[in-house]
Structures are given as structure tokens and as C-alpha cells.
């Protein structure tokens, strides 16, 4: 996995933006707006239109079919994530080449969701984000260029009701909680996948993205 470079995101050229960030290599940007779509509706097209780099990517059929089944259950996930305040979300493909790695594709979901929050010091806020939510691990409190912020944990296990296949794996869940300086509302982002395995260098991924959050235009005017 492959964390030296970084692609601005388009959010660095519009003025109206409420949060700047950049991506490392291997993600692709997936239109919340296309969720869900019917087949051969133009969002369809627009989604397809997407994920059509990483398919391409994508070295065998087998893993093709794996990815499109996740997609369909991330479709599922991303609907109810923008009823409570997502405002982006990327897939993510990078290959296993980590020295215990066997070189097989690793997929991850990233998201930037919005949750509105009594107003309160930024610190205060970035510690009562986690201690007020279940099953965080692995809290981390950094001072980072846009201000405090908690990194955190989860490992979720399917639930018997979900249906999933016997031996399906649990879902790793990797947090960044970055408080607005309005003190009124917190930026979650959130790195999901099933390579639990792989923890540190998701934990990595997700803390180098932290680290270039911006909650003012890194370009003069939000145009250049």
C-alpha cells in the first residue's frame, strides 16, 4: 500500500466548500447523488462512469465480481450514510505489497460525514466524541494543522441477521473526529474495510489524510 502521493480533491477549488482534504493514490471519488440509481438512469451512468478506473484496475475476474458485490452492499450502506450527514465518499484499491503481503487487492471505503454538536471548546469536543461512543479503540488524541482531533478504532462482526456468507470477515472501521472552529459541529472521517489485518497501514492512510484537513481554502479565492 502506497501512501507517498497525495491528489487534491476537487473540494480545493469551491469557494463553498466547508472542508478541504486530499486523497492518496488509489481512491476514486463515488457520487453520493448516484445512490441509489436505477439501471440505465443517467445517475446509473454517472456511477458506473466512476468506478470504471478501478474495475479497470482490478487484474482478475474473481476479484471484479467480489468488488461489484461489495459495491452493491455499499450502495446499501452510502444511502443511509447521506441521511445522516455524509457529504463525500471514495473507494478505495491498493495492493497487499507489504512485506508479510501476498499482493492481492485490498478494498476500503472512505467517508466525510458531518454530525452537529452542542457548541464547546474544539479540544473538549474531539475528546466527548469518543468517550460518549461504544466500542472505540486505540484512542489517539493529535493536534493536528486543522486543529484538535481524536483518532479511533472499531471492529464490527457481521450480524446474524445481515445474511452474509458463514465466515465472512469483520469490518474495520478507522475514525478521525475533527472538530469545525465554529465549535458547533464535528467532521468524522471514516476509513472501512475488511483487511483488518492490515490495521496499521489503514490507521496510516487515515492519519496522513487527517493531517491535510483544512477547514479554510488552500488555494487564494477557492480558484486557482
Known sequence: MSTAC?????SARNADAAIWFAEPQGFTTVPLDAFPSP????????????VAPLLDAIPD?????????????????????????TVHSSIGLHRDDTENGDGSPLLSLFTITWRDTAWSPRSFAAARAVATADHHTRIEYADLACGPATLSETLRAPAPAAGLPPGRRALLQLHAHLPHPTGKRIAVLTLSTAAAARRDEYRALLRQIAELVSFESPLEGGSS
Open 6 to 10: 497525495f491528489a487534491i480533491h476537487g
Open 61 to 85: 475476474e474473481a476479484t471484479r465480481q467480489l468488488f461489484a458485490a461489495q459495491l452493491a452492499t455499499a450502495q446499501q450502506l452510502l444511502q443511509a450514510l447521506r441521511e445522516v450527514g
Open 39 to 50: 439501471p440505465g438512469s443517467p445517475a446509473d451512468d454517472v456511477l458506473r462512469q466512476a
